[in-house]
């Protein structure tokens, strides 16, 4: 047994008999329902949830090759940061709080809490989970400033975190948000399975996979290219176009579905 998984985890896992075809994808959505009940996650983050997996099933549900391309660049962007920020909401701490907390301390990075539905309920919710997975600091209830050109309750952030980060992490984003950060001139590097979306197409580096699987392979790959030079990294960042990768990605699904297309009309009756 995995002792790191909660009563709450091993509760869930042996919800979902071994043999199911998407026991996986059925174990995420049950670990939701739950962040839900706990007041981790607001209801709509359901509803982004349906919208990712919906793509997640258009992109074969595995970090396909233009994913890795885009770890590998936002692993290097992360090393050459001076001053990286993950920005983390209910939907990323009800799924990956554990990986999460080990990417930031293989970069030595600061955590904020930023979520669409501002809750100073959910905020303390989401702090606790992050903590109890490891995390030493976590911003996001401290002395808030507000950004410009942005209405949500997003706009607040903290001082000591995305305010003065050049490089951002996020992931479930909205696409003004994102928009306004890139205004403010910070990179940011956007977690999105939906390669249409306005944060997919705003952000500086947009990883299209799912956050389950591509915050630990992140992690993995900045452990490895620690090892490397900057001048090195510098090259992987000069050599990687994040509209070139998203054009792959959409390529990727479009294609995809015209092989299974054809595969199912040349299908024996
Ligand atoms: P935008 O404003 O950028 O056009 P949106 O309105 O579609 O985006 P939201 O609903 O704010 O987006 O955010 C949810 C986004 O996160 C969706 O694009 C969805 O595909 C994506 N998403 C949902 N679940 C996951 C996940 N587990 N991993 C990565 N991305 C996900």
Redesign the pocket.
Known sequence: MDNTQTGDERSIRSLIPFNHPRRESLLIREKLVKALENNILAPQGLI??G??EC?DYLLGEKTQEFAEKSINAAAALLLLAKYPVISVNG?MAA?TAKDLVDLAEEINCKMEINLFYRDEKRIKAIKEVLEKAGAKEVLGDDDLITIPELFSERRRVSRKGIYIADVILL?????DR?EALVKMDKKVIA????PL???SMTASITIVD???RSIPLLAKRVKELKTKDKREWEKIINNFDNKRNLAEAIKFISQRLENLSADLISRPQ
């Open positions: 982004a949830h919208r990712g793509f939907n799924l992931g479930l984003e909205d696409g994102t977690i999105d399975l939906n979306s306005r944060t799912n956050i389950t």
